[in-house]
C-alpha cells in the first residue's frame, strides 16, 4: 500500500495545539513522579474560556486525560523500560519520549469544582499542559483481559 | 490557582506534531463511520522511517490509537451527541468535534506484518493520520466498573 500523495498532503497541513488547562501537581520533576499510574491527587485546572465544555462532566467517575510532555525532548525507536533489561519498540512501551509527546491515563474524578477538576492517577509534573479530556466509557475503552505481551514476564508491577 | 506566567509561556512554544502513519479504512467520509466502536477491519501503516519502533507489539492484543481528524473543524462547548435530545459539555461527551481533534480508541490488534498492522475497532476513515499507538495495559487502563453519568439515561448502546 503506496500512500505518497496523501502523506505529502498532511505534511503541509497545519497541525496546531491549543492547551485547554494546566495541571497542579506535587511533582515538580519527571524523576519525582512515578513511571505508571501515581496514587497522589492533582488537580487539572480549565482555562475560563473552557469551563462551560465541563457540564455534566461530575457525572463520570473516570476520565480519559490527554496532555502534553513539554519537557520531553526527542525519542529512540528502541527503549529500555524500567521493567527488563531488553529493549523493545517504542510503540509497544508506554516510554514518555516519543515522536508526539503525547501522554495519556486513565484518572479517577474525585471532585468538581468550578474550573477544577480531583482527580487521582496522573503521573505529570506541575504545569503539565493539558490538550484534552474525554469520558471514560467502559464498553468501548476497558478490556480487562487485554494480554500484555512481554510486560508479563518482567519486574512490571501488577501484572497479570 | 492563578497560572497566567506558565500559561504565557507554552502558548509561545512551539508545538509540533509528526505523522507516524496513515490508517486505511473501509470509510471514506465520517457520515459512513459509526459514532462509536466499529466492528469493521482496518489497517495502520507505519511509516517505514518508523517501523523499528513496533518491534514486540504483536505480543500486545490490545492497543491505544491516537490519530488525527484532520476533516473535524472548529468545535463548540455545548454539544447534542445522537444519544439524547439535550446538550452536554464537550468534554462529557466524545464528540469528533474537539478544541485539539486528537482523537482515540482501544483497538484490538489481529495481525502484523512488517510496518502494517490489522486492528478491529477504529472508527477513522481512509487516510487520518496516525499520531502515536501505545500498548494498552488493564491493570491501568481498564475500570470496567466506571460509572457512565448522563449517558446512562439514553439510547447510548451497550450502556450498564
Given amino acids: 500500500m503506496i500512500s505518497k500523495p496523501i502523506q505529502i498532503k498532511y505534511i503541509i497541513m497545519k497541525k496546531e495545539l491549543t492547551f485547554i488547562g494546566l495541571v497542579h501537581s506535587p511533582y515538580s520533576s519527571g524523576g519525582e513522579a512515578p513511571p505508571q499510574g501515581s496514587s497522589e491527587m492533582c488537580e487539572i485546572e480549565i482555562f475560563e474560556q473552557y469551563k462551560e465544555g465541563l457540564k455534566d462532566i461530575e457525572e463520570f467517575s473516570h476520565l480519559h486525560i490527554f496532555y502534553w510532555l513539554h519537557e520531553s525532548h526527542g525519542f529512540r525507536l528502541m527503549v529500555k523500560t524500567p521493567w527488563d533489561e531488553k529493549t523493545h519498540g517504542l510503540f509497544a512501551t508506554r516510554s514518555p519520549h516519543r515522536v508526539n509527546p503525547v501522554a ?48 508479563k514476564h518482567t519486574r512490571f508491577p501488577g501484572k497479570k
Fill in 104 to 151: 495519556y491515563a486513565v484518572v479517577e474524578l474525585l471532585e468538581r469544582n468550578g474550573n477544577i477538576l480531583k482527580v487521582k492517577g496522573l503521573d505529570a509534573i506541575e504545569g503539565t499542559p493539558v490538550l484534552d479530556i474525554k469520558p471514560y466509557i467502559p464498553r468501548i475503552d476497558a478490556k480487562a483481559t487485554a494480554r500484555i505481551g512481554w510486560l
